[in-house]
């Protein structure tokens, strides 16, 4: 496969990160460079009622990413360092395995764009807490492949793919289910892009964005689960 990807990623343990590596290498997808930037601070509240497991531990992804013989700059994603990285490769696709808001400059280095995975079906559900506001307003559950622009979930959708709910989840495993579809779109979202002109995937419009779920809304999740299994679940046949 063509060897001009670029890996966003954090360059401290994390899930999103480490999987998105090993998954790219096993599909046989060459990446050129993993951009990893620093934790920064963040300027909004974390949601309250957990979506995982505690204490599961993560590889870095520079030793990921070492082992995968990627090569490994550790750089933030707006700075002026991952622009000289940048230009001296003039990639054609980049996929995001951690960050945070691109700039608009480093999206215009990329000749057909850089793919995001997001845990909502798009353009309704925009934003943090994707899974969380599909329950609150009674939307489907699903994830969305799309090419980036500088507006938030925004661009050129390539995929959505919906998620079945089942009447005995949790927000655990209702957040493990679309995490792994989300990895399975991820390589798919890549091919399709390699395969197919930036134009043959339509603009997203509309939708709201929503920030992270405030703490009263939370309190709703809990009446609002059960309802919520009911009309959307599917059958166990297992």
Not at 116 to 135: E, F, S, T
Request: aromatic share 6%; net charge negative.
């Amino acid at each position: 496969m063509a060897n001009d990807i670029v890996a966003f990623a954090y360059n401290f343990p994390h899930e999103k990160t480490e999987n998105g590596l090993i998954d790219l290498f096993l599909s046989g997808i060459d990446i050129s460079v993993v951009i990893a930037m620093d934790p920064v601070e963040l300027s909004h509240e974390s949601s309250k009622l957990p979506t995982k497991p505690k204490g599961l531990k993560y590889r870095h992804p520079a030793d990921v990413s070492s082992q995968l013989g990627y090569r490994y700059e550790v750089a933030q994603h707006d700075s002026e360092r991952c622009m000289e990285i940048l230009n001296a490769l003039d990639p054609s696709i980049g996929v995001i395995l951690g960050a945070r808001i691109l700039p608009g400059r480093v999206i215009d280095q990329f000749e057909k764009g850089i793919i995001n995975i997001h845990p909502g079906l798009l353009p309704q559900n925009r934003g943090l807490d994707a899974m969380k506001w599909a329950i609150y307003n009674n939307w489907k559950q699903g994830v969305s492949a799309h090419i980036i622009s500088e507006e938030i979930d925004s661009g050129r959708l390539i995929e959505r793919r919906e998620v079945d709910v089942y009447g005995e989840d949790t927000l655990v495993t209702l957040n493990a289910r679309l995490s792994k579809v989300r990895r399975e779109l991820l390589m798919d979202a890549v091919q399709a892009l390699m395969e197919h002109e930036v134009e043959n995937f339509p603009e997203l419009k509309d939708g709201d964005y929503h920030s992270t779920i405030p703490p009263d809304k939370e309190i709703d999740l809990f009446q609002k689960m059960g309802p919520y299994l009911c009309r959307h679940s599917q059958s166990d046949s297992n």
